[in-house]
């Protein structure tokens, strides 16, 4: 699958584009369990080990990618020229494998070499396996979303923002470890009549929710797990950055996500996205 376009950027996205059909179509058959965990000690899946494959042998090899790096492995892979910096969570929620539910590829292109902070970000975006193939990417401060098949991407919306008044809210982590503040947060918008809840156990399908209908997806700090489940480079960043394009916000329960220094890149970070007065009112609880 050769790249053509001379900007890095987009040959990233496009080759990440045109993989997804092939992708969708390797799940089957690859819902098992592989023999390794992935750096942040989850049990990983056959397809996350084979995505990761696909997408590390095509994107290192793209003129101008410096580096590919993968929740799904610990060591970073040198590419070519330095340009772009590439981190990719290959199957996003690929637990779901086993009951057939959504998942996604999550992708940041970043200006530094990783470990990076998210406002090194110059590109940002998901595909999400559904009923249909859908990818959302921001760049240079706008979202676009297009509908994928057979290798090809159709625009099917631009200049994408998050709708107004919010509608879904979707919170992970167990109950009981909720901290105190963020439980009451959450009471606070369970309460209100007009939102509903829409958890789906793949960070992908429910952000892309948020980004459709409005509302807010967490994954916070817990008292078993102080800085949350989710990965900074291929996750937090990623969603971070699209969100904030669309015009919504992010937080780590203090800051924009996009300002969090990393110290490893498998660090992890709690992670609240969506619309803004939510957000606000969010880190106004948990101060
Ligand atoms: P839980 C998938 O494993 C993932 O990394 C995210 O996609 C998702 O938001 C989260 O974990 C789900 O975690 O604890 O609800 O199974």
């Not at 996350?48 to 492995?73: F, N």
């Not at 969090?260 to 890149?265: K, N, Q, S, T």
């Amino acid at each position: 699958m050769s790249a053509t376009d001379p900007d890095p950027v987009e040959n990233v996205v496009a080759t990440i584009s045109r993989s997804a059909t092939e992708i969708r179509q390797g799940l089957v058959g690859r819902r098992g369990k592989a023999d390794e965990e992935n750096p942040s000690g989850e049990t990983q899946a056959e397809a996350d080990v084979w995505a990761d494959q696909l997408l590390a042998d095509r994107l290192s090899s793209i003129d101008g990618v410096g580096q590919y790096a993968s929740e799904e492995r610990s060591e970073i892979i040198d590419g070519g020229d330095e340009k772009v910096y590439v981190a990719v969570d290959p199957l996003d929620g690929s637990s779901n494998l086993k009951s057939n539910n959504t998942m996604g590829t999550v992708f940041g292109i970043y200006e530094e070499p990783l470990p990076a902070p998210g406002s090194a970000l110059v590109a940002s975006g998901w595909i999400l396996y559904g009923p249909i193939t859908t990818m959302a990417c921001a760049r240079d401060g706008t979202v676009t979303k297009y509908e994928l098949t057979g290798g090809e991407r159709t625009v099917v919306e631009r200049d994408v923002t998050l709708p107004d008044d919010p509608l879904v809210y979707g919170f992970g982590g167990r109950v009981p470890h909720w901290h105190d503040e963020f439980r009451e947060y959450v009471r606070e918008i369970e309460s209100n009549p007009e939102h509903k809840l829409r958890y789906g156990g793949a960070m992908i399908g429910d952000v892309n929710q948020v980004l459709t209908y409005g509302g807010i997806f967490a994954y916070p700090a817990l008292e078993d797990s102080p800085r949350g489940k989710l990965r900074l480079q291929f996750e937090g960043n990623p969603i971070a950055h699209l969100i904030e394009a669309a015009g919504g916000r992010s937080s780590d329960g203090i800051q924009s996500i996009l300002e969090v220094e990393p110290e490893d890149l498998h660090d992890r970070v709690p992670v609240h996205v969506g619309n803004v007065d939510l957000i606000e009112r969010l880190e106004n609880a948990l101060e």
